[in-house]
């Protein structure tokens, strides 16, 4: 691996890591990583960075855990969690692609070894685009693994049988009608891919993306971390904790199996940027670009990839929590760089956090805010609710039902952020005019008409 020439600004970022990261904004409240770590008590780090043009730097802090801990390098492996979504979704589409599968074909025309059933025994009619975007409404689960000893098999997991320690896989809500992020989304995509074409998943993975991506030190399979345990990250809980066994085993491999490196990681992420370009010769732009589009109008999800798309913000992968470890790969693709970060703590979120608004500082495409149109007066979002919009010297301030008014953070895309609060205003036109105000709070939003 080379050094790129920015590992010294790389290095000497992640010595001033802020510890107030919400605003966004560097506060003088800084600490280098290994500082922020030991806050938190993560055993281990382990960070890289790549360029379009091949550049990679790589680096990792602390230890493996264990009772025969040794340093992270840039080769130990971490449980790459519900990353194994965005892998196992670029191989879905280099499967769609060659015209094994069809985004918008029901999945009864590929599952024969089981079938998807709603709480009444009926099937529903559910595509694999909505399987990839968790728009097909399955239960709500988060699989947290087995002892090696004990773990179910994928159809013991999907019937909720066995050792199996989840409820069944069931339709639960009406598909296509709304986002819900569960991991049986990727296990039911799992056995669709198996029975599809007869091939054990890890195989087919590594075949489809592992291989083509040189992510030689990835792996679906299960005892890959058995197989290298020197080289690989325990998991933690919080509080630094150890897991029992090290790591858990994870039937469910499409939704949180992976086993990688954050320089395997973000290869996958340049890689998908290159075909956004249409410069791939394993993915086709289209497809590429359906990664990257939200399935739902103002959503935040693509197929198989979180997006962040508003100016001055522009990142796409996925994050990752399983039991005992955290993890992040993004790309910026208007920088041409991609991060991965892995970590193997429960508690590692917070300074994975850290890090990534550090590289969006760094990385993410700067825009001028345009100063406010007349969006002063009064908006009413019941007739007990009055909301009222003062502007001055540019600034805009809020005052809510008998709160103090506080003083709204413009972003570029034309959002106002409340400094203190999970909300965000955006003032919608008619006729040139303001003729409206939404506020959107943990993912619902609401309209206060003018008056």
């Known amino acids: 691996m080379k050094d790129s020439g920015f590992s010294h600004g790389w290095a000497q970022m992640l010595g001033h890591l802020d510890r107030q990261v919400s605003s966004g904004l560097l506060s003088p409240d800084t600490v280098a990583l290994p500082d922020l770590m030991s806050s938190y008590q993560v055993p281990g780090v382990s960070i890289a960075v790549g360029h379009l043009d091949g550049q990679v730097w790589a680096a990792g802090y602390g230890v493996t855990g264990g009772t025969t801990s040794t340093p992270v390098t840039a080769g130990t492996a971490f449980a790459a969690c519900s990353i194994s979504k965005h892998v196992a979704a670029f191989g879905t589409l280099r499967l769609v692609q060659d015209g094994v599968l069809a985004l918008d074909t029901d999945i009864r025309e590929y599952l024969t070894s089981w079938h998807l059933l709603d709480r009444e ?4 009619a559910v595509t694999v685009r909505q399987l990839l975007a968790h728009t097909a409404g399955l239960s709500d689960t988060w699989y947290r693994g087995y002892p090696a000893d ?15 320690t989840t409820a069944p896989v069931r339709s639960t809500l009406l598909p296509g009608s709304r986002f819900r992020y569960s991991g049986s989304h990727y296990c039911v995509l799992q056995q669709l891919l198996v029975d599809a074409t007869g091939v054990p998943f890890e195989d087919l993975m590594r075949t489809l993306v592992l291989d083509p991506v040189a992510m030689a030190d990835s792996s679906f399979d299960q005892r890959f971390p058995h197989q290298r345990p020197h080289r690989v990250a325990r ?19 499409a939704a949180a199996g992976l086993w990688s490196t954050p320089t395997d990681l973000l290869r996958l992420d340049l890689e998908i940027a290159r075909a956004v370009s249409g410069d791939s010769r394993l993915l086709d732009r289209d497809l590429a670009t359906d990664m990257w589009t939200p399935q739902i109008p103002g959503g935040a999800y693509g197929l198989g990839t979180e997006v962040e798309d508003r100016a001055g913000r522009r990142r796409f992968g996925h994050t990752g929590l399983n039991v005992g470890y955290t993890c992040f790969s993004y790309v910026w693709p208007d920088s041409g760089i991609a991060v991965a970060a892995m970590t193997n703590s429960e508690d590692g979120w917070e300074t994975l956090v850290s890090i990534r608004a550090a590289v969006d500082r760094r990385y993410a495409t700067a825009v001028t805010t345009a100063p406010p149109g007349d969006v002063s007066g009064r908006y009413v979002l019941r007739d007990d ?15 809510a039902a008998g709160q103090q008014p506080v003083v709204l953070r413009a972003e570029p895309d034309g959002r106002h952020l409340h400094p203190g609060l999970d909300l965000e205003i955006r003032f919608l036109p008619a006729n040139g005019q303001p003729d409206a105000l939404e506020l959107r709070q943990e993912g619902v939003t609401q309209t206060a008409k003018r008056s």
Not at 391 to 397: K, S
């Open 385 to 399: 609710y009055p909301i009222d919009i003062a502007v001055t010297d540019g600034q805009v301030t809020f005052s």
């Open 150 to 164: 004990r773990a179910p098999s994928l159809l013991q997991v999907l019937d909720g049988s066995g050792p199996t």
């Open 235 to 253: 998991g933690h809980h919080g509080g630094g904790t150890a897991l029992p066994g090290g790591w858990r085993t994870q039937p469910e491999l």
């Open 121 to 124: 025994g009926r099937q529903p």
